[in-house]
């Protein structure tokens, strides 16, 4: 199995776990084991070459995302959460707090406000 992956189109190459495991990777055990290894070098490159981690990186894409929804629409902060992947409002309001800085209706005014202020 080859992943692509990167800014720099790092490719990696896994052998199957067949090669690995031998026999043992026709059982579920022997498979687990092969897809935690997997796995795990996935994320240590995916951190290398992107310079976070995997779930640092879903964060902010979740913060890029939902940003442009309070910025672009009049949808609740629950809708927000909920298109953009959180769990609820409040744990895009404690992300939002630790990103941003500020919680995502303080964003949406501030922004709002900002653009009212340019506009004229």
Known sequence: ??????????LIDFAGP?????????????FNAYS???????GRVFSREMAMTPAK?????RVETARGRLEETGR?????????GFRNA???GRV????????PAQYREHFRS?????CH
Not at 18 to 30: F, H, M, P, R
Request: proline content about 3%; hydrophobic content about 50%; charged content about 15%.
């Open 76 to 84: 609740s902060l629950k809708k927000v959460a909920q298109e953009c």
């Open 36 to 42: 935690v290894a997997a796995t795990n070098r996935i």
């Open 57 to 61: 990186f879903v964060e902010a894409v």
């Open 1 to 10: 199995m080859a992943i692509l992956l990167g800014p720099n189109a790092t």
């Open 114 to 118: 900002d653009r009212s202020t340019h």
């Open 90 to 92: 409040h744990a895009m």
């Open 18 to 30: 067949w090669e690995i495991l031998g026999a043992a990777a026709y059982s579920c055990a022997g």
């Open 96 to 103: 939002f707090k630790r990103v941003p800085g500020v919680g």
